[in-house]
C-alpha cells in the first residue's frame, strides 16, 4: 500500500432492534477523512452472517470491524493505516479494554481477562501487552480489527458455522498463505464486560465450545493450550478415584496445592494494577475460568456443525451511516 489513505470500510454487527450503538458514534469521532470512511451496520442474529453480508457490500480497501458497543480512540484508523505500509501485512488489531467508570464487578471480571493464568496468551486481547509485534490469532480480537477486505474475500469471508471463533479459524488461513498479523497495544477499543456473573459464566462456556469446534474444523497446534481447561474438569472428576490409591492421592493432592498456589501467584501479581482487595475477588472467578471453559470445550467436541446447506436463512439489514 503507497502513501496515499485507502478507503476504510468499519462493519458493526448488532441485533435488529438494537435502538442504540455505542460503536457508531465513535466511528464518527474518528480522525479520518470523512469522504474515505464508510460506516455499515449489520443488523441480524448470527454475527458471522451479519458481518459476510456487509463484507460483500463494502467499498473500502480495508475493513474495521468493531463491535456494537466497540469504544475506538479517534487515532486508531490512521495508526493502523501505517502498518498495511508492508503488502505482506493482512490483520491488525489490539486490546479492547475496560472503562475506567465500569462497575467494580466488571473491573473484577477484567483483571480476570487480562491474567496470564486465565487467559493465557489471550490475555493481549484485554490489556497492553508489550510492543508492536507479529503475531497469532490468539492475540487478536474481532471487537477492534483491521484487515485487508481483497485477502478476506478471496478466503470467503467468515466460516458461518463457527461462532465464536470466526475470526480466529480466518486468521489461522492467513498465515498458512504467508500474511502477516500484527499486535498493536496502542490501537485499543474501550468495552465494557459482562455486567453479570451469569452473563460472564455464559461468556467462559461458548469461549470453550467455540474453540473446540474451531479445533475441529481448523486444527493446528497452537491450540494445545486451550485442552489445559478440559484436562483440568478431567483431572477433577478422575480425583475421588485417584484417593481411592494412597499414593495417587498423594499425587492428585500435591497437585491440588500446586494449582492453588499458582493461582494465589497471580492474583499477587495483579494487585499492583488491580489493588489487594479486588484481586483477591478475582481469585474464585479465575477458576470459574478454567471450570466454564473446561466444560464448554468438552461441549464443543461434540456439538453438531451446521454448514451452509443446513444452516437456515438468516435476514441481515444493512445500513449505510
Known sequence: MNNRLPGVTIIIAAKPD??????????????????????IVARGRQPSVQRNAALREAR????????????ASPGNLRRAVSHFSDAKVKITGGPNLCPADAPPLEKIFALVLASWIAFGPSRARYTPVGQLRDTGEKELIL??????????????????????????????????????LLYDPELSVHRRPRHSVRAFAKML?????????????????????NF??????????????????????????????????????????????????????????????????????????????????????????????
Open 228 to 321: 489445559a481447561p478440559p484436562l483440568f474438569c478431567l483431572f477433577l472428576v478422575a480425583l475421588p478415584f485417584l484417593f481411592m490409591q494412597p499414593f495417587l492421592g498423594k499425587i492428585g493432592l500435591a497437585a491440588l496445592g500446586i494449582y492453588a498456589l499458582a493461582v494465589l501467584a497471580q492474583a499477587a501479581a495483579l494487585m499492583p494494577r488491580g489493588g489487594v482487595l479486588r484481586s483477591l475477588e478475582a481469585v474464585p472467578f479465575i477458576i470459574l475460568t478454567h471450570l466454564l471453559y473446561g466444560l464448554g470445550f468438552w461441549r464443543g467436541l461434540f456439538t453438531k456443525l451446521k454448514t451452509g446447506a443446513d444452516r437456515p436463512a438468516v435476514p441481515v439489514a444493512l445500513e449505510k451511516m
Open 143 to 180: 471487537c477492534n480489527l483491521v484487515a485487508s477486505r481483497e485477502i478476506l474475500l478471496e478466503l470467503g469471508g467468515f466460516n458461518e458455522a463457527l461462532y465464536p471463533n470466526e475470526e480466529n479459524a480466518l486468521m489461522d488461513e492467513i498465515q498458512k498463505r504467508g500474511g502477516r
Open 18 to 39: 438494537q435502538a442504540e450503538i455505542t460503536a457508531v458514534a465513535a466511528a464518527r469521532r474518528l480522525d479520518y477523512p470523512p469522504g474515505l470512511l464508510e460506516i
Open 60 to 71: 473500502g480497501e480495508l475493513i474495521y470491524f468493531l463491535d456494537d458497543d466497540s469504544v
Open 205 to 225: 462456556m461458548t469461549y470453550g465450545r467455540g474453540r473446540a469446534e474451531q479445533f475441529r474444523v481448523h486444527p493446528t497446534f497452537g491450540s494445545a493450550l
